[in-house]
């Protein structure tokens, strides 16, 4: 695991980009010359989440500034029933490498990559590593570390001994932030109360691209006592920013450093950090790989703390005072001193 997470270490990629770009299905060039043509299909909600999907955007516009080429874009439709059909449209059109943005893509993601052996495929959170597919990566996170950083910041800084939790959807890549978030808070303050609610059910895509159920969600946890929400909802998270916002309390984004993607300085003032989850950084290692041939089909490549494929965002200054305690659970860690639970 360790020797796989050292391939993403590297430079850090361009900020995380916004756009109004949401089609369900038209493809959009970036061009900057050369041959090299990615292939880019994106979770619910596409670019301009200010989150994961705009995360794993700046990964290919950086290997794009690198090495050239361009990039297609393609999003879900509204019930995201056609992820196949985008991977197949970006395979059958050359794209290579093809890369498609969150779990959901699992099944659909193996079915089609099997389809194409002479496309080299990667996928965002979740494994390939049992499928047999010798052409394809898959690019995953050790999110239960950064989150336990998440949640003894929560903890550390919360002053009514009462913190919250909202998922985007109710399902194990998304348990293992919670549990991560909750074993930090608790091991930073014993006592601590987590409220954790999640905006839809496994299954039910629709709680990442929620921003009004989020922020009902959020106000929930806000008006029963928590001072402080960690979401982990795609872009449903704009909602409980906005719940924060009115409620004069505090949020931690995710994946992104949501301070910097936010707009509205009234929301930039309540993410307190973020738990970083470095897409940008393992969508950008990745291609690197692919142009110098040294991609190992078959395999995953698992980012975490050691590599800073995770981590807590200090941009704002607000978690300035407690950085030295983050640090020292960080390095435990690191060094196996704590070991952090996961869903599974």
């Known amino acids: 695991m360790k020797a796989a997470a050292l391939l993403l270490a590297g430079s850090m990629a361009l900020a995380a980009c916004a756009s109004d770009e949401k089609s369900g299905g038209s493809a959009s060039g970036n061009s900057s010359g050369g041959d090299l043509k990615i292939g880019l299909a994106y979770d619910t909600g596409g670019r301009g989440d200010r989150s994961f999907n705009d995360s794993a955007y700046a990964g290919v516009e950086a290997a794009i500034k690198d090495h050239g080429g361009k990039v297609s874009e393609l999003s879900p439709n509204a019930d995201a029933s056609n992820r196949a059909d985008l991977l197949t449209q970006l395979a059958d059109q050359g794209y290579n490498p093809v890369i498609a943005v969150g ?17 080299t495929f990667a996928i ?51 348990h293992n932030f919670q549990v991560g978030y909750e074993a930090g808070a608790k091991a930073a303050k014993p006592g601590i109360k987590v409220d954790t609610q999640y ?33 982990v909802a795609g872009g449903s998270g704009l909602g409980v920013s906005q719940a924060a916002a009115a409620s004069n309390k505090r949020a931690i984004g995710v994946d992104s450093d949501q301070y910097k993607t936010v707009d509205d300085p009234a929301l930039q003032a309540v993410i307190m950090t973020s738990m970083l989850k470095r897409v940008d950084n393992s969508v950008q290692a990745f291609i690197d790989s692919f142009t110098k041939g040294k991609v190992e089909g078959g395999k995953d490549v698992i980012s975490d703390l050691s590599t800073d494929g995770v981590g807590l965002a200090t941009t704002g200054g607000f978690i300035d005072d407690i950085k030295g305690q983050i640090d020292d659970y960080r390095q435990k860690i690191i060094d196996g001193t704590i070991k952090v639970p996961t869903a599974s």
């Open 199 to 231: 905006i839809s059910p496994e299954g039910d895509f629709s709680g990442f691209n929620d921003p009004a159920k989020g922020q009902i969600v959020a106000q929930g946890i806000y008006d029963a006592g928590a001072d402080i929400v960690f979401q």
């Open 103 to 119: 779990f959901a893509y699992g099944a659909d993601f193996a079915k089609v990559a099997a389809q194409y052996p002479n496309t």
């Open 124 to 174: 965002v959170d979740s494994s390939v590593a049992d499928t047999g597919l010798k052409n394809a990566t898959g690019l995953l996170f050790a999110a239960n570390e950064g989150s336990y950083l998440a949640g003894v910041a929560a903890a550390l800084k919360s002053t009514t001994q009462h913190i919250g939790f909202v998922g985007g959807v109710d399902t194990g890549l998304i």
